[in-house]
């Protein structure tokens, strides 16, 4: 298998509405598409896609599942929005040779991530 790029990222929830008040009103994302009757949501990052789905037992969220990382212009103002907006971290934020980075969860109890990469 030859992989071009990543089409998307999917992240299955348990409810529609509130994932989109968290994804939309607490992150700030934007939907660029809605689709399924109303049961998948995309948002665009640069040449990334990331979408929420609600599909009840065909697939449901996982602290265990995969995780995404967001990368963000500004590492420790996101962290202080975040944690103003009452976000918990499972994670706090840590600094590694290359990058920082911090883990949060959705309402389903999804992992995300927030990432900036270091200059080299």
Excluded at 17 to 33: D, H, N, Q, S, W
Excluded at 86 to 103: N, Q, R, Y
Aim: glycine content about 12%.
């Amino acid at each position: 298998m030859k992989v071009k790029e990543i089409a998307f990222t999917g992240t299955p929830v348990t409810d529609i509405k509130r994932a989109r008040e968290f994804y939309e009103g607490v992150l700030g994302f934007k939907p660029t598409m809605e689709g399924a009757g109303g049961l998948w949501i995309e948002y665009d990052f640069g040449n990334g896609t990331f979408a929420i789905g609600c599909y009840g037992e065909m697939w449901k969220p996982s602290k265990d599942g995969t995780g995404i990382a967001f990368e963000v212009e500004d590492f420790d103002a996101t962290v202080a929005d975040l944690k103003s907006r009452g976000v918990k971290f499972s994670l706090e934020p840590m600094d590694t040779p290359i990058c920082h980075f911090a883990i949060f969860s959705d309402p389903d109890g999804n992992n995300l991530f927030i990432h900036k990469r270091k200059a080299k």
